[in-house]
């Protein structure tokens, strides 16, 4: 009987060879695994069919350089191709992807593959960038030479795809044999003498070295002094646009909000209902929604970046000031992405060779503030500054934030670095990808992805939490008038009583102290939270000022009616949340990644301290000091 | 007692009991609130 | 069959890539240490033409075309000699 069963086909290649982008052309939206800022660190599965409608399942493999598992992901990739990750098959053929202007430095994975028994066949990708620089190829040679068939194709116009397809009906080509393999040579030595016979006769070069606009973009960017100045000049402009250009449609969001909740307050009769609606469900929610402009344009920055090539770039200049905390150049794209969302960018250290860096990337990676606390700065920041959302001081005090948490970060990495001692050297090699305009379609998927899932996050887990928070400070009623006590009286007010003594040495009430801890769920439900627990402060119906909550955190007034947050309790606020780990799947990832659930524990338990002392110093020296 | 006290509190019953549940069952797709996707097992 | 001698004089007549100044073009003769087979998975193989590009604490090299960054390290195990 035959099987119904699709057969499986796996993507190897070296890194930037257009594997990903080949995996995306083939399968279109049938993926079901995004990447993160562009580095495959996992398997990415999909679906395509051949021109015969026969369904193949795709693998998408971490990007290798060989198969000598030097590395976390040439062991996935070698785990893979021998069928040991649960879920996925064993594969039928492997499509190895090349880069045809670099054939010397590619075609060693492939004769690797061809070793292992594999049938094979070859994508010789960005052909048209092979033949613009001169490049003489001859794929009917290459395919003749290695014994398998060879296809020309250029993945990020979609050309040759077709034919692609064509080589991988069934039944599959047989695997080749291995050629170049003599009894007792060194392997290394006998593939790397084919390949450099087969390059001579099928890829031959007019001129080893060529001045590209890549190199010349290099000699400014790469400089020592100039290139430095650059890359702060960019990461300064990536902040302040971040900032700027969001707060067009967050007043949108905000106009929208209070449209909404003035209509349901209209059309129906005053009651727990409404109240649920209007200050439970809309207030909470859309205390997170407003900063989706913000998410979007920091993964949209981001995913630019990394596909234009600067990324490599970066942290090329980096490796030395990294260095200095005990890490390397290769954990600058897992803690930059850890900016956007921490669970990347811990999975994005297993393209880091040495285990102890990779360890300590992972224990700091939470303090590059991830974007989960955007909200609570966003609240908290213009309140400092008595001003409008959008003005460089803004900016330059949100850098202050991100850059405290970064030096702090590498600190305790320097110190535990030392702890952990020395390794089996591991060294920094990386290649530059030439810069190339952005890819946009594969830009626009990755923010989209990420964004939805940030709505979606807030559509389901925020406003689960809204509601019951909601109740929480509703229930149980008190009669009366006066909506201080009634607050006082609910569920939350008392948990705030308890709590007060243990956040007053950090200069919050009981009430921000509740906020607190609703927010270790999610960092933005502290918006959520300050917006329900504060609402019986409302003096004011109209919103002259774009933030409700705001308005109402920053006319709340202690018992003896002093101001609520001065602005010592705010920056002490800031730092506590600056800190704080709060985010149970980041612990789950982490416990994950290192393997054990004693480093994720220990982080989190870490982290919780160092953000209430710290919190505190800032408020008890200030006090001590005057402020 | 009116009909919206009635309502709001039969919607935070069912809330509450909705984050019960998914705390008790291990999750199955989508370990992270953010949904990124994740390798399957590593080792 | 070359003496050991002659193997010797060669050896020391070549460069590591750490010494080569910025903007040479040279030819890889030899890999020697522990990091040479990610060298050579990288691209550093014997017969290679390299151009150094950029040196200092990590050094930035042109290899077929595509810019490559090794570690001081790594590239004091790159011995190469003059193109020819």
């Known amino acids: 009987m035959p099987h119904e069963a699709p057969s499986t086909i796996a993507l190897v290649g070296n890194p930037n060879a257009g594997k990903t982008t080949l995996f995306n052309a083939l399968t279109g939206s049938n993926q079901q695994v995004g990447n993160y ?91 048209d960038a092979a033949e613009k620089s001169g490049l003489r190829l001859d794929p009917q040679k290459l395919s003749e030479e290695l014994g398998i068939p060879v296809v020309p194709i250029q993945a990020n116009a979609g050309k040759g795809i077709v034919q692609l397809k064509q080589a991988l009906r069934h039944p599959f080509p047989n695997a080749a044999e291995p050629v170049w393999k003599t009894p007792d040579a060194d392997p290394d030595a006998s593939r790397q003498a084919f390949i450099r016979d087969l390059c001579a006769l099928a890829a031959r070069r007019p001129d080893v070295h060529q001045q590209t606009t890549s190199d010349r973009l290099d000699a400014l960017l790469l400089h020592p002094i100039y290139g430095w100045i650059i890359f702060l000049g960019v990461m300064f402009v990536v902040f302040w646009a971040i900032f700027s250009f969001a707060s067009v449609p967050m007043g949108w969001i905000e106009s929208l909000q209070g449209l909404l909740a003035g209509w349901v307050e209209n059309s129906m009769a005053e009651g727990d209902l409404r109240s649920l609606i209007v200050d439970g469900v809309i207030a909470g929610v859309g205390g997170v929604i407003i900063f989706l402009p913000q998410i979007i344009l920091l993964f949209l920055f981001i995913g630019l970046l990394e596909s234009s090539g600067y990324m490599a770039r970066a942290a090329f200049l980096m490796d030395g000031v990294m260095a200095r905390a005990g890490l390397s150049g290769k954990a600058f794209l897992p803690l930059f992405s850890s900016y956007a969302c921490a669970i990347p960018g811990v999975m994005a250290t297993r393209t880091i060779g040495s285990a102890k860096e990779r360890l300590v990337t992972i224990f700091i990676a939470p303090w590059m503030s991830c974007s989960a606390r955007l909200p609570v700065y966003f609240l908290i920041v213009p309140m400092l500054l008595h001003e409008q959302e959008g003005s460089w001081k803004q900016a330059l005090v949100l850098f202050a934030i991100y850059a405290l948490g970064t030096l702090t970060a590498f600190l305790v990495a320097k110190v535990l670095r030392k702890r952990l001692g020395p390794d089996a050297g591991s060294h920094f090699m990386l290649e530059m990808p030439p810069y190339r305009p952005p890819q946009w379609s594969y830009i626009l998927r990755h923010v989209t992805d990420r964004s939805w899932s940030f709505v979606k996050n807030a559509g389901t887990l925020i406003l689960g939490l809204s509601i019951l928070l909601w109740a929480l400070s509703t229930y149980p009623k008190h009669d009366g008038d006066d909506p201080s006590e009634a607050l006082a009286h609910s569920a939350i007010g008392r948990i705030g009583a308890v709590i007060e003594p243990v956040v007053q040495p950090l200069g919050f009430d009981g009430r921000t102290g509740t906020a607190i801890l609703t927010s270790f769920a999610a960092r933005e439900v502290f918006n959520s939270s300050m917006a329900i627990l504060f609402r019986v402060e409302e003096t004011d119906d109209d919103v002259k000022t774009r933030s409700l909550i705001r308005d109402r955190v920053a006319a709340a007034k202690r018992p003896d009616g002093t101001p609520l947050f001065t602005p010592l309790s705010l920056i002490s606020l800031l730092v506590f949340y600056i800190y704080a780990l709060q985010c149970l799947p980041t612990s789950a990832v982490v416990a994950r990644e290192a393997g054990s659930w004693k480093w994720a524990i220990g982080q989190f338990l870490f982290m919780s301290g160092f953000a209430y002392f710290a919190s505190l110093a800032v408020y008890q020296t200030g006090r001590l000091l005057g402020f | 007692m009116s009909w919206q006290t009635y309502t709001a509190i039969a919607i935070v019953t069912l809330t509450l009991l909705i984050f019960l549940i998914r705390f008790a069952r291990p999750k199955k797709s989508g370990h992270c609130g953010h949904g990124c996707g994740c390798d399957k097992k590593h080792e | 069959m070359r003496s050991l001698l002659a193997a010797d004089l060669e050896i020391d007549s070549t460069m590591t890539l750490n010494q080569v100044a910025v903007g040479c073009d040279v030819t890889i003769s030899m890999l020697s240490g522990p990091g040479c087979e990610r060298l050579r998975d990288l691209g550093f193989c014997e017969q290679m033409r390299v151009r150094k590009l950029a040196g200092g604490r990590n050094l930035l090299c042109s290899v077929c075309g595509t810019r490559l960054a090794i570690s001081r390290e790594l590239a004091e195990q790159v011995l190469v000699s003059a193109v020819g």
């Open chain 1, 37 to 127: 800022s562009g580095v495959t660190v996992s398997l990415t599965a999909g679906e395509t069919f051949t021109p015969h409608g026969k369904k193949l399942r795709v693998l998408d493999l971490p990007g290798c350089y060989s198969l000598r598992a030097s590395s976390p992901d040439e062991q996935v990739t070698i785990d893979a191709l021998e069928g040991r990750i649960p879920g996925h098959a064993k594969p039928d053929l492997v499509v190895c992807v090349a880069d045809a202007s670099n054939l010397e430095r590619h075609l060693s994975l492939v004769l690797q593959v061809i070793e292992r028994g594999f049938p094979c066949v070859l994508a010789l990708n960005m052909v």
